[in-house]
């Protein structure tokens, strides 16, 4: 792959391929089978596929995949342009898939059958009744495309895996489309069989589900589901998108569309500045517009000149439509021309997008920042989906020193509060679109920009930032892909003089090292290992005349060097990143120039075979990523924008809980309104604030009056709304849940304040409500993380209401209270604030 995959995409697609190679298997005996690919728009479900195709054609090592010779796709869409988008995306994320590969089927189509290591790409109009393409025997086609699909399914040359992208519409169309999907499912008697496998790829799987469950003789596997928490913490996506609408009743279109492009030149302006500082590829964000269906010419004009009016330097080609008539828009002494919507991405002179309902779909472009829309409020969904296009960060990471552009600003002039609800529902998967429009970023009402608290010195903040958290580890992480990613960052001398120059050797080198101590450590096995490889046992099963067993006799015989070739093989390369290659090249140097190539091959995969030996290896390359994070510390926080983010990944991409710092912003933006649109309490002290020195925060009441509590100690110093979400600038506390599974814990308030020495001091101070299925778990891990951390903090309190409806304190840097948080063993944690480890909240 040409892309450096997410974890989590790794993750799912060494799932993918394993349902694949199940499927694969389970052809073979002629059963059919089913699964889906589910992950919010943003998550990179093409890089997944293509991953996994990639994979499946090639083989790969580090997803570990055999290559499958006979293999071809078929990928179905409702939408030519998807299909060119999804092409060129799979061009650009894999370079092993050739543009030959990836075939566009269209009427020129004439061969009788798929061939094996190819892509066809087809969208559903072409299997109508009236497609050329459904015909036989017309021009030089002397096969349909339904014989086609008949003489692939029942010949030997290929194995079809059936693709549909966006199933879930797939699966809700009108009726002659739904006959043409299902059709490809299930087959038609007499003219081509039912696929034998059908992998769905969609945001939301339960049309998908339901189809396939109606479709006889298909087995369904467990589905591949990309979880949305592990997307967000990507930064993948953006953070928030803030839903702007008129604050009283009356008509104010143009006064919002005005501010829309000044927030989209504001936009700009931080891009600018980002791209200065950080050294980082300019991105010129676009302005999406949305008129109603029947917006005639003079509507088109008054839009475009009030836009053109805020934004006089606008070029020729900058406004452009992809209305559904490809015609140019003459308006004045301005044209408007139609572009392609796939083109917008990269055609930076284009500034803004006018369009009706939804632009396309598949239609991305991340650097499209801010909508502006006069839909009406039933067009919610079409709203939706288009600003879940607009969702993913232009520079595919997070920006961690401009809050403002980890958002997307959304203007709603027809809309009133409740209304409004209807398009947060939708974003948030519970409208009537049924969560094919769900996003990862919060959706907040009239977001703000806080900039950092100007009565706060830089002193607190500094200290904040060396305060710990524990981001949730990655069971799937592999530290040999770690420290390769480690050793990259630590050569790369493009921005300055490399830390290590000769990283990648010196990795080599110690993990070489180690294996050659295991290979000395374990002689006898690896000697035996070789002896397994070489000779193969043969079993004999005697049976009398009459049908009865008789003796049963084993013998060795002398594998073939073909099979050995094949297996030793097969071994080494399964080692992730190289790291078995480079083991036998570096043996092989070693090695007498007389003796054979293939007894150091034997020897070597007789060791990755071992237990315990890849675990080895594995510790060797965490302590080599330990030691050099420790070791140029300093010189890792001086890095910024992309190299940052890359450092911190490394830092993060771990099996198990490592504790790394927070990272707050240079700013925050946060909604300064609640879900029914009314302006929220604001409150002094925050870390972030306006210029009056107040933060807005939606807090019940009890959290209401922490917070007054606080603020009104004498040693308070400042206070911080910590992150809901599990980001870099959030105090982060990994645990495991009642099942097992890893989740972050993120603590309400962090509150400063000066010891009687004048040193800064942190308490955490967390009102979680005991009400919820998970709030043992969590007490728990509040009280392993006092536990490891506790002299970094003055405080680690939890408090909740008692049953007489008082506030109560778990004081966690008590010894007693811990042992009393995991001996408790009740149905409510209640109990444990009305026991006697818990005090009044004073």
Same mark, same amino acid.
């Given at each position: ?508 080198? #110690? %993990?070489?090292? =180690? @294996?050659?101590?295991? +290979?000395?450590?374990?002689? &006898?096995? !690896?000697?035996? *290992? $070789? /002896? ?64 054979? #190539? %293939?007894?150091? =091959? @034997?020897?070597?995969? +007789?060791?990755?075979?071992? &237990?315990? !030996?890849?675990? *080895? $290896? /594995? ?78 925060? &939606? ?144």
């Amino acid at each position: 792959m040409r892309y450096e995959l997410m974890d989590y995409q790794r993750t799912a697609a060494i799932d993918v391929l394993n349902r694949l190679g199940r499927a694969r298997r389970d052809w073979a005996d002629g059963e059919r089978s089913s699964f889906a690919l589910s992950a919010i728009t943003g998550s990179g479900k093409t890089v997944i596929a293509t991953a996994a195709i990639e994979a499946t054609f090639y083989g790969s090592a580090d997803l570990g995949a055999d290559p499958d010779p006979q293999a071809t796709f078929l990928w179905i869409t409702d939408d030519p342009a998807l299909n060119r988008q999804t092409r060129n995306r799979m061009l650009d994320a894999s370079d092993l898939l050739a543009p030959r590969t990836l075939v566009e089927v269209n009427d020129g189509y004439l061969n009788n059958e798929l061939l094996a290591n190819r892509v066809y790409f087809l969208n559903i109009q072409k299997l109508s009744r009236s497609s050329r393409l459904t015909q036989s025997g017309t021009n030089l086609r002397q096969a349909s495309f339904w014989d086609v699909l008949a003489n692939t399914i029942t010949g030997t040359k290929a194995t079809l895996y059936l693709i549909l992208d966006e199933a879930h519409r797939g699966m809700k169309r009108t009726a002659d489309r739904k006959t043409i999907v299902q059709r490809l499912i299930g087959g038609e008697p007499g003219s081509n069989p039912a696929v034998p496998v059908v992998w769905g790829i969609s945001a939301t799987i339960e049309r998908f589900t339901t189809a396939m469950g109606e479709t006889p003789d298909r087995t369904g596997y467990p589905h591949v589901s990309v979880d949305i928490d592990r997307v967000r913490a990507s930064g993948l996506v953006k953070d928030e998108i803030g839903l702007e609408q008129p604050d009283e009743k009356g008509t104010f279109s143009t006064t919002l569309l005005r501010d829309a492009v000044r927030t989209t030149l504001s936009y700009d302006h931080r891009w600018a500045a980002y791209s200065t500082s950080e050294g980082e590829p300019r991105v010129l964000p676009a302005m999406v517009v949305q008129v109603p269906d029947k917006a005639n010419e003079d509507k088109l004009a008054e839009i475009v000149s009030v836009i053109t009016s805020e934004w006089p330097d606008l070029g020729p080609k900058a406004i452009a439509h992809v209305f559904g008539e490809h015609e140019p828009i003459v308006l004045g002494s301005r044209t408007v021309e139609w572009v392609h919507p796939e083109s917008i991405q990269s055609d930076t002179d284009i500034r803004v997008v006018i369009a009706k309902e939804a632009i396309s779909t598949g239609w991305d472009c991340p650097r499209a920042e801010v909508l502006y829309s006069e839909r009406p409020a039933k067009d919610a969904t079409h709203i939706a989906q288009v600003i879940g296009r607009m969702v993913r960060q232009p520079l595919a990471h997070r920006i961690a020193t401009d809050d403002v552009l980890n958002s997307v600003a959304c203007y709603l002039p027809l809309f009133d509060s409740k209304k409004l609800n209807a398009i947060k529902e939708e974003l948030e998967g519970e409208g009537k679109g049924g969560g094919d429009h769900r996003v990862g970023p919060e959706v907040v009402r009239a977001p703000a920009v806080f900039e950092r608290n100007p009565a706060l010195s830089a002193e607190v903040f500094d200290f904040v930032e060396t305060l710990p958290s524990i981001p949730t580890p990655d069971a799937a992480a592999s530290p040999l892909r770690r420290a390769k990613n480690l050793v990259r960052l630590l050569a790369d001398d493009g921005a300055g003089p490399a830390l290590v120059a000769d990283a990648d050797e010196q990795l080599t080198k #110690r %993990l070489n090292a =180690r @294996l050659d101590g295991l +290979a000395a450590e374990h002689a &006898d096995a !690896v000697a035996a *290992g $070789v /002896e397994d490889l070489r000779t193969a046992v043969v079993r004999r099963e005697g049976v009398t005349p009459t049908g009865q067993s008789a003796e049963t006799t084993t013998r060795l015989i002398e594998t073939h060097l073909k099979d050995i070739d094949r297996d030793t093989r097969k071994i080494i390369n399964s080692v992730r990143e190289g790291v078995g290659k480079g083991y036998y090249a570096h043996r092989a140097a070693k090695a007498d120039p007389e003796g054979s #190539r %293939l007894d150091v =091959r @034997l020897e070597v995969a +007789a060791l990755l075979r071992l &237990d315990g !030996v890849i675990t *080895g $290896v /594995e510790a060797a390359a965490t302590d080599f990523v330990t030691e050099h994070l420790a070791k140029f510390e300093v010189e890792i926080k001086n890095t910024t924008g992309a190299t940052r983010d890359a450092y911190r990944k490394v830092q993060e991409q771990t099996a198990v809980p490592e504790t790394v710092t927070i990272e707050l912003r240079a700013n925050e933006k946060a909604a300064t309104r609640n879900g029914a649109g009314d302006d929220l309490p604001t409150f002094e002290g925050h870390l972030y604030a306006d210029a009056s020195g107040h933060y807005p925060a &939606d807090l019940n009441d009890w959290e209401t009056q922490v917070v007054t509590t606080e603020t009104g100690r004498p040693s308070f110093v400042a206070w911080y709304r910590n992150p809901s979400r599990a980001t870099p600038n959030a105090l982060r506390i990994a645990y495991q849940d009642d099942a097992g599974a890893w989740a972050s814990l993120q603590v309400d308030f962090l509150v400063l304040s000066r010891r009687d020495d004048g040193t800064l001091g942190a308490s955490i101070v967390d009102p979680h409500g005991d009400h919820l299925a998970d709030a043992k778990a969590k007490l728990r891990a509040l009280a392993d993380f006092a536990e490891t951390h506790g002299d970094r903090f003055i405080r680690v309190v939890s408090i909740a209401k008692g049953t007489d409806g008082s506030l109560r304190v778990l004081d966690l840097l008590e010894p007693h209270v811990r042992t009393a948080v995991r001996d408790f063993d009740g149905a409510k944690v209640t109990a444990l604030y009305d026991s006697a480890a818990a005090v009044p909240y004073l």
